[in-house]
């Protein structure tokens, strides 16, 4: 069993800078893809950015040229570099990573969620 344990998030004033951290531990053989969602209360979970195991990125429109995802292979573990934080970034942060694990059975697993607040 894969396990994310993430790290990072919090209250930060608008214009601030967090960075988020998810790292993962159990067998892993490989990882397709890792990327990080968010979640306001009542609504759906949405894909902020993604990265897959060849480095391609993909971003939301919504943070595109502010958001930066990166990932530690050595590690096992995916970042998202928050800047130019706006009120509306507010939410709870997912991290998905999915790879294969023992055996090469095929995993999805889900960090724990980190909330990160901008507000003055």
């Known amino acids: 069993q894969v396990q994310l344990v993430e790290s990072g998030g919090g209250l930060v004033q608008p214009g601030g800078s967090v960075r988020l951290s998810c790292a993962a531990s159990?067998?892993?053989?490989?990882?397709?893809?890792m990327a990080w969602y968010r979640q306001a209360p009542g609504k759906q979970r949405e894909l902020v950015a993604s990265?897959?195991?060849?480095?391609?990125?993909n971003y939301a429109d919504s943070v595109k040229d502010r958001f930066t995802i990166s990932r530690d292979n050595t590690k096992n573990t995916v970042y998202l570099q928050m800047n130019s934080l706006k009120p509306e970034d507010t939410d709870v942060y997912y991290c998905?990573?999915?790879?294969?694990?023992?055996?090469?059975?095929?995993?999805?697993?889900w960090g724990q969620g980190t909330q990160v607040t901008v507000s003055s």
């Open positions: 998905n990573i999915e790879g294969a694990g023992r055996w090469y059975v095929a995993f999805s697993s």
């Open positions: 159990g067998i892993i053989r490989s990882i397709a893809s």
């Open positions: 990265i897959t195991g060849r480095g391609r990125t």
